[in-house]
């Protein structure tokens, strides 16, 4: 059962944002936060309001129902809204347990991912490709913005790394759930004897960090300016336009050398190195609020081997949630993207529920 107070502070929170928004006294880019703040209550309020009045209605009905003065129709009509009145309260508790649950800050934000290959040499970069060539056509498929970063290329068409940024409506509450270790089992087309290989690639997701997400100061960062060139270059450049940036406190380094402007390399290469210091911050508050970490699915733990592709066999494991699809082209492709994508929302959902309760 939810303690009342905890849904009054629920009503008392969406009336006063109600009151505050519509005084027509607060600025413009605060009115912007506070609109948005106000819409999360949605249907939640009305659900709330039932909440607390459930007691007074259920006291009404008692009444009419043990009130033998009254007719057995009358009776019998309490009796069946009593008991869709306790239903519903079924229900409402529910819905208020989830909308109670502790809420990830960065949901809303877009993301930076970046795919490296890992274990397998060529047939890794391979695979760091083809999991690159799946999140595009997920984006596609959701009508997601993708702007490539940095690509670098292996031999046969193959990835050593690629950085990209997703834009749209709540990227990284979808794609949080990637990070970690992707295995690929299959047998290289280099492999004359049919033995199946096994490779792996690592995808980090990090929220996008905005400049009051994370304080930057000029004075903490070392930039370095050199001519570009060899691997992950697009040509070799005559001019020194390519930059690596390093953050001296966290010391996080970022070289960026795919642009010919030095200065659009500096722009892409702060966009990467913010993202990155924001999240190493994060990683450490959860680490601080442990019992939140064990109730997330989306750690963002590099190291943690997260889902298997194996080709003999077509079908795509999802390790954290033991969920198997044996359709793996159509995940490749998208199409089944976002059935994997909901159930780990769904576990996720429910550790935190388990947690609420202890």
């Known amino acids: 059962m939810i303690p009342l107070d905890k849904v009054k502070d629920i009503i008392a929170k969406h009336d006063a944002l109600e009151k505050e928004l519509s005084s027509g006294s607060i600025d413009s880019k605060l009115f912007a936060k506070k609109s948005k703040e106000y819409s999360n209550f949605g249907n939640i309020i009305s659900t709330a309001r039932e909440y607390v009045n459930f007691e007074n209605e259920k006291k009404d009905l008692l009444q009419m129902v043990q009130d033998k003065s009254n007719d057995q129709e009358i009776i019998d ?41 890992g274990t397998g040499g060529l047939e890794a970069s391979l695979f760091c490709a083809d999991l690159f060539k799946m999140y595009e056509k997920v984006c596609s498929k959701k009508k997601w913005r993708l702007e490539i970063i940095n690509i670098s290329k292996s031999e046969a068409g193959g990835y050593k790394e690629v950085i990209f940024s997703v834009n749209g409506d709540n990227i990284y509450s979808y794609l949080k759930y990637e990070s970690g270790v992707h295995r690929v089992q299959r047998i290289p087309e280099t492999e004359t004897q049919g033995r199946v290989h096994t490779s792996a690639a690592t995808v980090a997701v990090l929220p996008e960090a905005e400049d009051v997400d994370v304080e930057i100061k000029e004075s903490d960062l070392r930039i370095d300016v050199f001519r570009a060139g060899g691997p992950g270059g697009q040509s070799v450049n005559t001019t020194d336009s390519a930059v690596r940036i390093t953050h001296i406190p966290s010391g996080v380094v970022v070289s960026q050398q795919d642009e010919k402007s030095q200065h659009k390399n500096k722009a892409k290469a702060l966009k990467i190195l913010r993202s990155r210091v924001y999240e ?79």
């Open 77 to 117: 009509l309490a009796q069946k809204d009593l008991n869709d009145l306790i239903k519903k309260k079924e229900k409402y508790e529910n819905d208020l347990k989830i909308f109670l649950l502790p809420k990830d800050e960065d949901d809303n934000k877009n993301a930076i991912v970046e795919i490296r290959a």
């Open 280 to 358: 190493a911050e994060k990683r450490k508050k959860d680490q601080e609020r442990s019992s939140n970490r064990r109730s997330q699915i989306g750690s963002g733990d590099r190291s943690e081997r997260i889902r298997t592709y194996n080709f003999p066999q077509g079908r795509v494991t999802d390790h954290r949630i033991n969920l198997t699809l044996h359709k793996l082209e159509e995940f490749l492709s998208g199409e089944i993207h976002e059935e994997m994508n909901q159930e780990l929302r769904l576990k996720e959902q429910n550790l935190k529920l388990e947690n609420l309760n202890t």
